[in-house]
């Protein structure tokens, strides 16, 4: 409230300095107020009729998409070859993708009035709806990877909790448990690597479900 009262206010003051103000020639000046927020719009009208907001939008739309870092937009108001980050799945849906430090993905092709193709951090060329929203540039922190923690205490800091190894178990909690001393049947002799649920870790053992759902 205190913000609004002081907008009008000021746009009470800047009336009436307008009114007492004469402008010469062929310009003219209005002071109006955005229904949508407290911001005070100027509209200035030169000699070809054009007004300031005008001439504005008319230089952004020129401006070069990778000057923009930071700007949230559709897919479809991007280039070809723009670095981009925060990508949504679907429209109106939040960022989900590229979000890690240090990452960004590429638009691979000018975006189309349905997809746009990106190429992933990971290399992945993913179609992705033109409606989509994403920020141009990339994630700071590029090294964030290859910074080396000093102690077991700083890796606890993160929030990382130790992993025990399945020999250092019982039977009863992991099948690489028991034995006296390390046993043959339960490492690389015998049934192999195995998870805590009983399945193969190596040979390219299928763990996941057989039939996709639907």
């Known amino acids: 409230m205190a913000m609004r009262s002081a907008a009008s206010v000021a746009l009470r003051g800047l009336r009436r300095f ?21 911001l ?3 509209d200035i009208a030169g000699t070809y009729g ?35 980050h925060n990508i949504e799945m679907n429209p109106g849906q939040g960022g989900k993708l590229v ?13 189309t009035s349905r997809y746009c193709l990106v190429r992933l951090p990971s290399g992945t ?20 990877g290859t910074k080396k923690l000093r102690k077991a205490g700083q890796s606890r800091w993160l929030g990382r909790r ?24 339960s490492g690389s002799f015998g049934k192999g690597s195995r998870t805590p649920w009983g399945k193969p870790t190596k040979s ?4 996941g479900p057989l039939k996709r759902k639907k």
Do not use: W
């Open 162 to 185: 130790p992993v025990v190894r399945g020999v250092a178990m019982n039977p009863v909690d992991h099948p690489h448990g028991g034995g006296e001393g390390r046993s043959k049947s």
């Open 99 to 111: 979000r890690a430090a240090g990452t960004c993905a590429k638009i691979l092709k000018e975006p």
């Open 40 to 42: 005070l719009v100027s």
């Open 204 to 207: 390219g053992y299928k763990t």
């Open 125 to 144: 060329e993913k179609l992705i709806d033109s409606r989509c929203r994403a920020t141009i540039g990339q994630v700071s922190n590029p090294s964030h």
């Open 50 to 84: 054009r007004t300031f907001r005008e001439r504005m939008t008319n230089y952004m739309a020129t401006l070069d998409i990778n000057s923009q870092i930071g700007s949230c937009m559709p897919l479809s108001a991007m280039r070809i070859g723009t670095m981009i």
């Open 18 to 38: 307008s009114s007492k103000t004469s402008i010469s020639g062929s310009t003219r000046a209005s002071i109006n107020q955005e229904p949508s927020s407290d």
